[in-house]
């Protein structure tokens, strides 16, 4: 069953995708996939330089998994003035960076100006960077916080020199699982809004799993699914999409080094 589906080339369905992902052999998915990518795009493969940048650990929030927030008043917590971010970038970019990713915890009291001036900041001081920024809750908790709606937040955003939104933050989308794991960080159907909206306004964004967490397989689907959903919308409107999908494993803290 499993190589017919695959050899069909038909879209898979919840049940379809539960079957392969069960008992699918790994060879013959790959060379599929393979088969896929050179049929888009031959042998020509695409890279960026990028410099990561997190700005504060400081964060509202405590997602079971995290290791990397504090609390304001926790040991460790910090904040990067914004010449501090912006001496970073030109940093990277003096190095060979085309490209900043910008994130950081969800801070309580951080201003609307202090992103969009590290947005300008960087926008002036490094004009070719492209800057990769904020993800959708840190997007959320900027908009909450000036009583803004998300699309006039973004467009400021935008127009201070925001050139793409990463894909944080994602989790597994699965309402059940956000309330287990992060039940007080705005859920699943709110990641999709800010990706949705950011898409209308031509944004192009990333899309990441966090795998290896109390999720099922089941969950994964779900949520590849969800995911899918959404590209189908953008690519319609043929504006802004989902550029890249990035699976992350989770990292017990006693491994990160
Ligand atoms: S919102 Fe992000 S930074 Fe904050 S606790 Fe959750 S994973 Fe960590």
């Known amino acids: 069953m499993e190589a017919q589906i695959l050899d069909s080339g038909a879209r898979l369905d919840f049940d379809c995708a539960m079957a392969l992902y069960e008992s699918a052999d790994l060879w013959h998915l790959g060379r ?17 330089i990028n410099r990561h940048i997190n700005y504060t650990n400081v964060c509202r929030f ?20 914004v010449d501090e971010v912006v001496s970073q970038a030109r940093t990277a970019c003096g190095g060979g960076a085309c490209e900043v990713h910008i994130v950081g915890g969800v801070h309580p009291d951080l201003s609307f100006e202090y992103y969009k001036d590290i947005l300008a900041g960087i926008r002036q001081a490094c004009p ?43 989790e597994i989308l699965d309402e059940r699982y956000f309330q287990r794991v992060c039940p007080n960080k705005p859920g699943p159907r709110q990641w999709l809004a800010v990706h949705a909206t950011a898409h209308r306004l031509g944004l192009m964004t990333n899309a990441t799993m966090l795998y290896g967490y109390q999720e099922t397989t089941a969950d994964r689907i779900r949520h590849l699914l969800r995911l899918r959903s959404l590209q189908d919308e953008s690519l319609q409107q043929g504006k802004g999409k989902f550029l890249c999908f990035v699976p992350l494993p989770y990292i017990p803290p006693k491994m990160i080094v």
Request: net charge positive.
């Open 32 to 48: 599929l996939a393979e088969n896929y990518t050179l049929s888009r795009q031959g042998r020509q493969v695409y890279y960026s």
């Open 62 to 81: 405590q997602c079971r998994f995290c290791g990397f927030s504090r609390r304001p008043d926790q040991a460790g917590a910090y904040v990067m003035t």
């Open 128 to 170: 070719n960077l492209h800057i990769k920024a904020f993800t959708a809750v840190e997007i959320i908790n900027i908009a909450e916080k000036r009583g803004a709606s998300l699309e006039d937040t973004l467009k400021e955003l935008m127009t201070a020199g925001l050139g793409a939104m990463p894909g944080g933050g994602a």
